[in-house]
């Protein structure tokens, strides 16, 4: 049975796509400019019936999970290594407000040059979008650890490995939920970015010859994978939390 949130989610999309759709087919003549529901759904089901979509479609996700996977594991344990330690902090510090200032739309032909236009640059691209924001957020929430929480770790005389695991990480969750929030949109932002510059598959790449054809639906089918990516990451980072973090549940998002 669908839990009274996912409902009131549904029926607000359901809402929105009719008043979509009602909107256009009174107000306006030209598809061009803002297609109707049912051109874009038409789009899609072509799309898939050609194996277009599932083509591009899987290509954007896998170069998505391995840059932002690689991120996170690199940016939170990098990160914790910042906060823990000044000397460390120190020496990443001119690195990563480099790595930081560096558009991506300036970085993206460097990487291009490099490792050509298949998949290790996009993930590249990725990566080093992403892995700063979660490095960055880490890093706060070890250095902004409750005292109590520390001075009870010493009173219960945990060594270095417990006091990492059950108290300065639990405690710094928070934060890096909150740079892996950021990292997905700066991820989906990276690996669009990359597509479109130079690729011969992925959703970057269906953008860029949906606009270069004036396919307004399948330039909003594009939009809508995108879109629904970002919400299933969205969703999947939320679960993530409630299983480390059962007593935050209750959390807003």
């Known amino acids: 049975m669908l839990s009274k949130e996912l409902r009131r989610g549904l029926v607000s999309i359901f809402a929105g796509l009719a008043l979509w759709e009602i909107l256009t087919r009174l107000l306006l003549e030209n598809e061009l400019l803002i297609p109707p529901p049912s051109s874009v759904l038409r789009t899609l089901w072509e799309l898939g019936a050609t ?16 840059g932002f996977s ?5 940016g939170i344990l990098f990160g914790y290594f910042m906060g823990r330690y000044k000397w460390f902090d120190d020496v990443m510090d001119p690195w990563i407000a480099t790595l930081y200032s560096i558009p991506v739309v300036a970085f993206v032909p460097f990487i291009i040059i490099w490792f050509g236009i298949g998949m290790v640059s996009k993930v590249i691209v990725v990566f080093k979008i992403t892995a700063v924001a979660i490095m960055l957020n880490t890093a706060a929430g070890i250095k902004n650890i409750d005292p109590t929480w520390l001075e009870l770790s010493k009173s219960l005389r945990l060594n270095p490995r ?28 990276g690996v669009i970015v990359a597509e479109l510059m130079a690729a011969n598959a992925g959703l970057g790449y269906l953008l860029r010859d949906a606009s270069e054809t ?19 990451s969205f969703t999947l980072i939320k679960k993530a939390e409630q299983k480390l973090a059962p007593w935050r549940e209750t959390a807003e998002w």
């Open 162 to 189: 417990q006091n990492t695991f059950k108290i300065r990480l639990p405690a710094a969750l928070p934060y890096i939920v909150t740079g892996m929030r950021l990292g997905v949109g700066r991820a989906m932002l």
């Open 70 to 74: 690689t991120a996170c594991v690199v």
């Open 214 to 232: 004036w396919d307004s639906p399948k330039l909003f089918v594009t939009v809508l994978l995108l879109a629904g990516m970002g919400m299933g």
């Open 51 to 66: 194996g277009q979509l599932n083509k591009h479609l899987l290509a954007t996700l896998f170069e998505f999970v391995c």
